[in-house]
C-alpha cells in the first residue's frame, strides 16, 4: 500500500471481529511505532498490550464507572454521556487487542513523541488491514495509580495514546474533513509560488 493510500483511507474503526490480532503483526506494529521521529531521538515510549477479552470487559467496565463519576462537565452535557452509560457499551469496542503507548519521563516533549509513534502504529496497521482506534476515554483511568500498579506499570510512566487494534467487521466511511486553515503563507516576493494550486483534494486511488 502506497503511503498516501493509508493516509487517506485509515478511519477510526469502531467495529471488529473477533478473530484474534497473531503476535507477529502486533510485534510488526510496535516496531512501526518505534521508527517515529522523537526530540534528539530519546524515544521515550513504553508498551502495554491487552489481549484477555474477559480482562477487556472489566477493564471497559471499571473505566466506564470512573468516567461516569468524574466526566468533565462538557462533555457530560453531551450526547458521549449516554453512550457511556449504557450497559452495552464496551470502551474498547469489543476488540481483540489494546496497545497502550506510555511516555517515560524524558526532557524533551515526551507525549509528543508518543503522539508521532501512534500515527505510525495506526497507519502500519490499516497497511495490514487492521483496523485501530484510539480511545482516548480510557485514558484518565489508565493513569490511576492504582490501575498502574494492577498492571505493574511504573508511577512515572503516563498513558498517552490507549489504540484498540483488530480486525474490521466491515467497512468504515470516510468522515469529512475540513481544508487547511493557512493562518500565515510567507514567500519569497516575485517567485509567484501563490499561484501554484495546492492539491486539497486526495490523490486517486491506485489500482491493486
Known amino acids: 500500500m502506497e503511503l ?16 484474534p490480532v497473531p503476535t507477529p503483526a502486533i510485534e510488526q506494529l510496535l516496531r512501526a ?16 498490550l491487552f489481549r484477555d477479552p474477559d480482562l477487556l470487559n472489566r477493564m471497559s467496565e471499571q473505566a466506564k464507572v470512573y ?11 453531551h450526547h458521549l454521556s449516554d453512550t457511556i452509560s449504557h450497559p452495552g457499551y464496551n470502551v474498547f469496542h469489543h476488540a481483540s487487542t489494546l496497545i497502550v503507548i506510555y511516555a517515560k519521563p524524558a526532557r524533551f516533549d515526551p507525549i509528543e513523541d508518543c503522539c508521532l509513534a501512534a500515527q505510525n ?16 476515554f480510557a485514558r484518565p483511568w489508565l493513569n490511576l495509580p492504582e490501575v498502574k500498579h494492577e498492571f505493574g506499570i511504573p ?10 487494534v483488530g480486525w474490521p467487521a466491515g467497512p468504515t466511511p ?34 491493486p
Open 4 to 19: 498516501n493510500d493509508a493516509i487517506y483511507q485509515r478511519r477510526a474503526v469502531r467495529h471488529y471481529t473477533d478473530a
Open 121 to 136: 502504529l495506526m497507519l502500519a496497521a490499516h497497511g495490514m488491514g487492521l483496523g485501530t482506534c484510539p480511545i482516548g
Open 33 to 48: 511505532a518505534r521508527q517515529a521521529p522523537s526530540a534528539v531521538n530519546q524515544q521515550p515510549w513504553a508498551f502495554g
Open 174 to 207: 470516510p468522515v469529512p474533513r475540513l481544508d487547511p486553515e493557512i493562518v500565515c503563507w510567507r514567500e519569497t516576493p516575485g517567485r509567484g509560488l501563490s499561484a501554484v494550486p495546492f492539491p486539497f483534494a486526495p490523490p486517486p486511488t491506485r489500482q
Open 67 to 77: 468516567l461516569q463519576a468524574n466526566l468533565p462537565r462538557d462533555l457530560a452535557l
Open 155 to 164: 508511577l512515572r510512566y503516563t498513558a498517552v495514546m490507549p489504540i484498540v
